[in-house]
């Protein structure tokens, strides 16, 4: 229920912790099974640890274990008590006294184990198939364990096909709100198990086994046939959800009488503007919107770009939302308040950027030793003291320091309100202490929209490959006869940016490397594939770096060795030699073993975020590694290929940023300008007064 321990500390300490039910679950009876270890300190007659499940009581323990006694505690809780989402709280009181306890004291401790757990009886219920609840089944935002998605390969696998599992794929990992999606690939419906969800993308000629299955729409020669029997056209996509014939597994189909069809059926279920229309078993699309690419330095949940003053209230929380006043209380260290920061990728910030922070504050408090501070991913850089003892509203401007800020920073606000009476054994305060930050708190952000390449760093936000947001200008590079590794991890990677991008459609491309044209070369590409039949031999070993040799033969630099076996995984990044502008991804292993650790890495948000420099090599350190632990697997980051700074800013401000960064030049070069002046002068005044006649 906790994953890892969960500490609680203090006279008071409170715990929250979330799951939700699965739609598909009627529960019968629940129970909440909590372990705990205690301090020995603890004074049992006054130390008691409460639980509550939304909000109701289930009931309260003494805390009066010894050192070495597991307490072990099981609440009965009311079936119509568990809802889609659901919150556990723990709450301990704890002293050490009869009389008085110090607050600060160490030994105040209690801590729930890892194995305590939530029990549910339940009923499993029938899924409705109707297109009106997708995601569900195939996607269901209160499981409990990873989403299982499982495709059907066709007979041949081509461009078309690829590309519509890649937009699809992305747009599922958008739809699971961050949580997993394990994928797999199968050859025959009999190789499915009963938590598959299984996804059919393909033509009745790609794909035979359309035959097995009960359809809302006849198949009969290679054909979707209409309810007169005859074939539909071309064009038309086709979107049914079925189940297997033993009725355990849903299927959702997306077919039509051609490749065009197919992808149209597809795109249906990628744009939400279209999603939202989709309705009962079965559904043909015969024609959709074409929705607009957004600006590629459009990134919803980042600052805005192309604008100098932001406040607080134009950027975006976590939860989607623009940020509002935020009030915290607590004694005498309330939560911080939490402030998206968020870099666009491809630009820097520069000196001189402020923050003006508009607070206020309750009355109450001690101004000698109450205080808030402005801090960024973790480091303070300003903050003064609360003034007033009768609370009141304030600002502070403090200088962000440019090194500090990336696409993923965040600021803090924390305020530390002591009360103006001493705290004497725990005793509370009859006036709440709280602070409130406000929404028209403002950033003033000196910005270059200066960005270089490659940098796999960079990747862990999805740029430059979701640049745009609906990924037009990424595309996907397969040997011509892929094998099952090599689509899992396209399907990976598309799944990873569809999770790091917000739009209102997926356009990626996939191709295979016998098909690649010209229009694709000039996007963002990602080459995957075994070193042997590699789609793009020419570039990824004829560059500088680390280069993979055949007999398991590693090349960087002037040092080549030849291993008995190499499993590992390389991500390769450099700029394309077809756009300078792009980048080129390479995706390479010399087993198939090693393209499963590239699969790893876009999967685990751990090993994702030990992405660094332009070369990463990826293998695991244990037979059988956890995603718990990252020293199950080693990641290797070089910095070997040649950057290229990519600089949209004018010349002017380009001029600008240069006499900035040179400022120590800028006296010798008066100096040099006022001497040339000069010269130009009494050359001038020379010719002047010479006499007529005088050459």
């Excluded at 299984?198 to 046939?225: H, M, N, R, Y």
């Excluded at 660094?612 to 995603?627: F, K, L, M, Y």
């Excluded at 199950?632 to 800013?649: A, E, F, G, H, W």
Aim: glycine content about 8%; hydrophobic content about 40%; overall charge negative.
């Amino acid at each position: 229920m906790v994953g890892n321990a969960l500490q609680m500390e203090g006279i008071l300490s409170q715990a929250r912790l979330g799951f939700t039910r699965p739609r598909h679950w009627q529960v019968e009876s629940a129970k909440i099974q909590v372990r705990f270890r205690q301090s020995p300190a603890l004074y049992a007659e006054r130390s008691n640890l409460t639980v509550r499940l939304n909000n109701r009581h289930l009931g309260s323990v003494p805390l009066n274990k010894t050192a070495d006694e597991i307490g072990n505690v099981l609440f009965d809780v009311p079936a119509n008590l568990i809802e889609d989402f659901n919150t556990v709280i723990m709450e301990v009181q704890q002293h050490t006294s009869a009389d008085c306890t110090d607050p600060t004291d160490p030994t105040l401790w209690t801590e729930i184990l890892p194995d305590s757990q939530v029990v549910l009886n339940y009923r499993p219920q029938a899924i409705a198939l109707d297109l009106t609840n997708y995601p569900y089944p195939f996607l269901d935002r209160l499981g409990l364990e990873a989403d299982q998605l499982t495709y059907l390969r066709p007979q041949k696998v081509d461009s078309s096909w690829l590309t519509a599992s890649g937009r699809y794929q992305a747009a599922a990992s958008r739809l699971s709100n961050g949580r997993p999606i394990q994928t797999r690939l199968v050859n025959q419906l009999d190789q499915l198990n009963g938590q598959d969800r299984l996804v059919i993308i393909g033509t009745p000629a790609e794909q035979p086994a359309l035959g097995d299955l009960d359809l809302p729409f006849a198949i009969a020669d290679d054909q979707v046939l209409d309810g007169d029997g005859a074939p539909l056209p071309d064009s038309v996509g086709v979107l049914m959800v079925t189940t297997t014939a033993n009725g355990e597994v849903p299927v959702l189909v997306a077919t039509g009488n051609d490749s065009a069809g197919v992808l149209k059926a597809v795109q249906a279920l990628v744009q939400p503007a279209d999603r939202q229309l989709l309705t009962g078993q079965a559904a043909l699309v015969n024609q959709l919107s074409e929705v607009a690419t957004p600006d590629p330095r459009d990134w919803p949940g980042h600052l805005p770009r192309d604008v100098r003053q932001v406040l607080l209230a134009d950027l975006t929380t976590q939860d989607g939302q623009p940020f509002q006043d935020q009030t915290v209380n607590g004694l005498p260290i309330p939560p911080a308040v939490e402030i998206p920061l968020k870099a666009l990728p491809d630009e820097q910030i520069l000196r001189g950027s402020k923050f003006t922070l508009r607070y206020s504050y309750g009355p109450g408090i001690d101004p000698r030793r109450s205080s808030v501070s402005v801090i960024l991913d973790g480091q303070g850089i300003g903050g003064e003291r609360l003034r007033s003892a009768d609370g009141g509203t304030d600002s502070v401007t403090v200088d962000i320091p440019p090194e500090l800020v990336t696409p993923t920073s965040s600021l803090a606000v924390q305020f530390y309100t002591f009360p103006d009476v001493a705290i004497n054994c725990g005793a509370i305060p009859d006036q709440p202490m709280w602070g409130a930050v406000h929404s028209n708190s403002s950033l003033d952000l000196n910005r270059a929209n200066v960005v270089d390449l490659p940098d796999l760093k960079r990747l862990q936000t999805g740029f430059p490959l979701t640049a745009p947001q609906d990924l037009s200008q990424a595309s996907f590079v397969l040997p011509a006869t892929p094998s099952d590794g090599d689509i899992l991890t396209l399907l990976q990677v598309s799944g990873r940016l569809g999770r790091l991008s917000q739009a209102q459609s997926v356009k990626l491309g996939a191709y295979l490397a016998d098909g690649l044209p010209n229009e694709a070369r000039q996007h963002n590409i990602v080459a995957i594939g075994l070193r042997d039949g590699f789609p793009l031999p020419e570039v990824i070993q004829g560059g500088a770096g680390l280069v993979l040799s055949n007999q398991f033969g590693r090349q960087l630099n002037q040092t080549q060795m030849q291993t008995f076996s190499d499993e590992a995984g390389v991500i390769q990044a450099q700029v394309s030699p077809w756009n300078n502008q792009r980048l080129l991804l390479g995706l390479i292993a010399q087993q198939p073993a090693g393209l499963t650790e590239l699969q790893q890495v876009f999967t685990q948000d751990a090993l994702f975020s030990r992405l660094a420099g332009d070369t990463a090599i990826v293998q695991r350190t244990t037979p059988n590694p956890s995603i718990f632990n990252q020293a199950d697997y080693q990641v290797t980051t070089l910095s070997q290929q040649p950057t290229r700074t990519i600089d949209r800013r004018g010349p002017i401000t380009r001029a600008i940023a240069f006499l900035q960064a040179n400022w120590i030049l800028l006296p010798g070069g008066m100096v040099l300008l006022a001497l040339l002046l000069y010269g130009l002068s009494q050359l001038f005044l020379n010719r002047l007064s010479r006499p007529e006649g005088i050459q």
